[in-house]
């Protein structure tokens, strides 16, 4: 905690964090929920209660969907031996922000997901589900030549992927494409990282390369074979954040801080009734430091913004004085 203490921009740290936090949770890669919990509390306890909410209600979703998936299938004793679903109720506030995007699941996926669907919202009145399966994860059974069994950790795209070889022997490229539906960047990821990476193998390309194309044709590799019986196939991502996404995680940053630097405004002219533009910026500065250092020229715009909705408005003799309105 002495280094954290040392950051100007605490809440760039905490978007980050929150982000890796939501990749550990969902995945299933926390050492441990109790080291999780203690440094979210020494979080708490540095920067107060709104820095650390959202991480809190990250945990609180985990634990409420455990016990929403008991009462799924206790409500479906029909479902029998089919494929298992667990689905994880992310509440949008507290997660990292996601772009929706739709792929077709297998039929027998996608209607136990309807199911699902149809149980939630029947119990959670006004509510809506929307389904992140760029997030998902799926463990699925494979068997290869000469009946080598294994069972697959592979993300929700690259299991949509495989399930297709169940009733073709080769496909192409446009054909996955459009029997999937799943977004060009992501499909070409997923099947790199599926026929390109040494031991990870389970499809085969022709024209044998280490980068995808359109015209590229894929089949089950038959010669697939792994010492271990659980075989994880990651996905094929950049090690480094990209500048368009280091500037979009940014701009997020400056939106949010937009209504915090009004709330400050607010919570100080409330109190103080008249104060000079001086006097405001240091108070403001002053209030939110243990969260960022704020810019002056931003805090000038949030006054500014906060005049035209009639919350404050200028002294007509002195127009660096403002006053708040009531």
């Known amino acids: 905690m002495m280094l954290f203490r040392y950051l100007q921009e605490k809440d760039v740290f905490e978007k980050y964090y929150k982000q890796h936090l939501a990749k550990r949770l969902l995945s299933g890669k ?9 440094l979210i509390v020494k979080l708490k306890t540095e920067c107060g209660y709104q820095f650390t909410s959202k991480l809190e209600g990250m945990f609180t979703d985990m634990k409420t969907s455990q016990d929403t998936m008991q009462g799924f299938y206790a409500s479906q004793p029909e479902l029998g031996d089919g494929p298992t ?62 009946g080598q069994k294994h069972e697959l950790n592979v993300s929700t795209y690259q299991m949509c992927v495989l399930m297709l070889f169940n009733n073709a022997d080769r496909l192409s490229y446009k054909e996955i494409e459009q029997a999937t539906e799943i977004p060009a960047s992501d499909l070409k990821r997923c099947l790199q990282s599926m026929a390109c990476v040494k031991g990870k193998n389970v499809l085969r390309k022709e024209p044998m390369s280490k980068d995808i194309g359109e015209e590229d044709a894929f089949f089950v590799n038959d010669k697939f074979t792994s010492k271990f019986y659980k075989v994880k196939i990651g996905t094929v991502v950049a090690q480094k954040e990209s500048e368009p ?56 715009k949030r006054i500014e913004s906060l005049i035209e909705r009639d919350f404050l408005e200028r002294d007509s003799a002195d127009r660096k004085l403002y006053r708040y309105l009531a």
């Not at 926390?30 to 203690?38: G, L, Q």
């Not at 994880?88 to 996608?110: A, F, H, K, R, Y």
């Not at 940014?250 to 939106?255: A, K, M, N």
């Open 30 to 38: 926390t050492v441990s929920d109790d080291a999780e919990r203690s």
């Open 245 to 300: 996404e280091k500037q979009e995680t940014r701009q997020r940053v400056e939106e949010d801080r937009k209504p915090q630097i009004e709330a400050a405004i607010v919570r100080i002219m409330k109190s103080r009734r008249v104060l000079d533009h001086n006097n405001i910026i240091a108070e403001v500065t002053k209030q939110l430091q243990s969260r960022f250092l704020a810019n002056p020229t931003e805090i000038k």
């Open 85 to 146: 679903l667990v689905v994880q109720v992310l509440t949008t506030g507290s997660w990292p922000t996601q772009p929706i995007v739709t792929c077709n699941l297998p039929s027998e996926m996608s209607a136990l997901c309807e199911k699902f669907r149809s149980y939630y919202l029947g119990t959670h009145t006004g509510r809506r589900l929307s389904w992140q399966t760029n997030m998902g994860t799926a463990d699925i059974k494979a068997t290869f030549g000469k």
